[in-house]
């Protein structure tokens, strides 16, 4: 770099001299227009030496740029190697201290297991002395050992014929046992008799008891059906002679709505008449359009009937068996869907048998604008959850929640907690019976 800046004023100093020289050469240059070319030689042979020179320092200056520019790079790159260096320097500085305090804690570790190990070597010592102490006793107690064992011995020997008698009286003891064991294992065959005919018993005694009440309140019912006889008997001495209660709504058929009837072995009872659905003289037996009603009933609910004839109601199983008993009667089914469409189903010889046969179902004909579900109870009795007469290996009754003619279990139930014929929602249902016409 130093060379670059003396050559550069050596150049200028030339450089001055020659425009100095120029100068002077000019004028007399001047006075002599001849001299012109020998002038013109000679500046350029003049010249040409500087030019050249200037030329190469300015190479020069170039290279000395490209250099210095690479002296840069390098004096950084210089830079970031001794940071580096300096940052690696810092860590090993810092494991080295880590390594120190690693070893302090060594060493003091060191102390603390040298302190332990005196502290055991003199527990060794300790023991070594109460070891050579429990020998000693060992010793004495193995010589003790010996005289009670040959005193043992003697007692064995002793004590030899003795066992004998013992083993005898043994043998006596378990022929005993063995036959005490057989009679206690009759003895408890006799108890497990004996307990499988008290179960029997019970189950009997069940039985029996079930069918006392039943008893009892078919003796009720008689009794009630004497009164009600006597009262009729009493209605009929207190009514004019002319006076017919009739046994049907066939009477009413122009006046629709609840009416008193009067059906033998029942007597005087009200009953809902309709005279729209199908024709006059009708009696509703079975409705629901309330929804508020549980027909989830025992066998004596049903037997007598409930409900209101405002809303939902059964009119009794007994009532229905009477009406239907004096002659041949119809069913007729009335269904309302929920979108308003009106099915029917009807049967032309409708029965129900008496209480003894399970108020049986019996149909006949059918005719109507829905599939003949009915069908699959005909014949049927009517089961209650207190009541089980279906075909089902379980209660149908108590598994759907109401009363009704079950087979296994039905494709139709008019009683059940929702008003649903087979895929049908419904709003309104009614089965209403008349003497066949």
């Known amino acids: 770099m130093c060379k670059i800046k003396i050559n550069a004023t050596v150049f200028l100093i030339i450089l001055q001299i020659f425009l100095v020289a120029a100068a002077d050469f000019e004028e007399t240059c001047e006075s002599d227009q001849r001299m012109e070319e020998q002038c013109l030689n000679q500046t350029y042979k003049v010249v040409k030496p500087l030019l050249d020179h200037l030329n190469q320092v300015k190479n020069e200056l170039k290279e000395s740029e490209i250099e210095e520019k690479k002296l840069k790079e390098l004096n950084v790159k210089i830079h970031e190697k001794s940071m580096r260096e300096a940052a690696l320097l810092d860590e090993y500085k810092n494991k080295v201290m880590k390594g120190e305090i690693d070893l302090q804690s060594c060493q003091i570790k060191v102390d603390k297991l040298e302190s332990e190990i ?3 070597q003199n527990i060794i010592l300790k023991l070594k ?3 050579s102490d429990k020998s000693t006793n060992l010793e004495n107690c193995e010589l ?7 005193t043992i011995i003697e007692n064995i020997q002793n004590n030899t014929k ?11 003891s378990k022929t005993k046992l063995i036959k005490q064991d057989k009679d206690i294992q009759l003895c408890q065959s006799e108890i497990d008799t004996l307990n499988r005919t008290s179960e029997n018993i019970r189950e009997q005694q069940k039985k029996i008891e079930l069918q006392f009440k039943d008893g009892q309140t078919k003796l009720l019912d008689k009794v009630k059906e004497n009164q009600q006889c006597r009262a009729e008997v009493d209605t009929l001495n207190k009514s004019l002679p002319n006076t017919i209660i009739p046994s049907s709504c066939s009477p009413f058929g122009d006046y629709p709505g609840v009416h008193e009837i009067r059906v033998s072995g029942v007597g005087f009872f009200d009953v809902l008449c309709d005279s729209q659905l199908a024709g006059p003289g009708w009696i509703v037996i079975q409705q629901r359009v309330g929804g508020k009603e549980n027909f989830n009933r025992d066998w004596a609910t049903y037997r007598k009937g409930f409900g209101s004839y405002n809303s939902d109601f059964f009119l009794g199983l007994d009532k229905m068996h009477r009406i239907t008993s004096l002659q041949r009667s119809e069913l007729y089914i009335h269904l309302v869907a929920v979108n308003g469409t009106v099915y029917f189903a009807r049967y032309d010889d409708f029965k129900i048998s008496n209480e003894d046969n399970g108020y049986k179902l019996s149909l006949g004909k059918f005719k109507g604008n829905v599939n003949d579900a009915m069908r699959y109870v005909d014949n049927m009795k009517f089961s209650t959850f207190d009541r089980d007469n279906d075909n089902y290996k379980n209660n149908c009754a108590e598994y759907y929640k109401s009363g009704w003619w079950y087979n296994a279990c039905f494709y139709c139930n008019l009683n059940k907690e929702y ?6 929602d419904l709003k309104e249902i009614k089965m209403l019976v008349r003497p066949k016409q």
Do not use: A, C, V
Not at 163 to 168: G, M, N
């Open 118 to 120: 005196n502290s055991l």
């Open 129 to 131: 002395g109460e070891l």
């Open 144 to 150: 003790q050992f010996k005289n009670l064992n040959s």
């Open 162 to 172: 003795y066992q004998k008698t013992l083993e005898l009286n043994l043998e006596k």
């Open 419 to 424: 008003l649903i014929h087979q895929t049908i």
